[in-house]
């Protein structure tokens, strides 16, 4: 892998700035740093970004994002992205807590049987975004 501190300083001084100080900093914006995390991850799954994913999810990790809710983050995935972009992000989110000693698989999270999954998912996010996505 590329080390970009060695090969280009100048672009990771702008980044590591914009990440570190600009983002976390704006006045009035300020997440909680799980939830800052989960959107960074869940916004690299989105746009395929799986090297610059490899780099955040030990941070994301360190700053008290749950290994349940990385997983569960990616899990959902597979319904807006497909199976075919989530699995590599599955597997490098398992390589990565595997290598932390997380032992694997994770306790169930399951809240509905398959039977009454679909049922369930559209009650959720009807709460959500609203009724019209029953229909959906």
């Known amino acids: 892998m590329t080390n970009y501190h060695e090969t280009d300083p100048e672009f990771m001084k702008l980044i590591e700035h914009f990440?570190?100080?600009?983002?976390?900093?704006?006045?009035g914006q300020k997440l909680p740093?799980?939830?800052?995390?989960l959107a960074i991850l869940a916004t690299l799954l989105g746009c395929q970004g799986l090297e610059v994913y490899k780099n955040i999810l030990p941070m994301a990790l360190d700053s008290g994002l749950s290994p349940v809710m990385v997983k569960e983050m990616v899990y959902q995935a597979v319904d807006y992205l497909g199976i075919g972009r989530v699995m590599p992000f599955l597997a490098v989110t398992n390589d990565i807590l595997t290598a932390r000693g997380v032992e694997l698989p994770l306790p169930s999270?399951?809240?509905a049987a398959m039977e009454d999954r679909l049922q369930k998912g559209a009650e959720a996010q009807a709460q959500i975004f609203g009724e019209h996505m029953k229909e959906a």
């Open 19 to 27: 990440i570190l100080e600009e983002v976390v900093k704006e006045p």
């Open 33 to 37: 740093e799980e939830t800052r995390y």
């Open 109 to 111: 999270q399951a809240q």
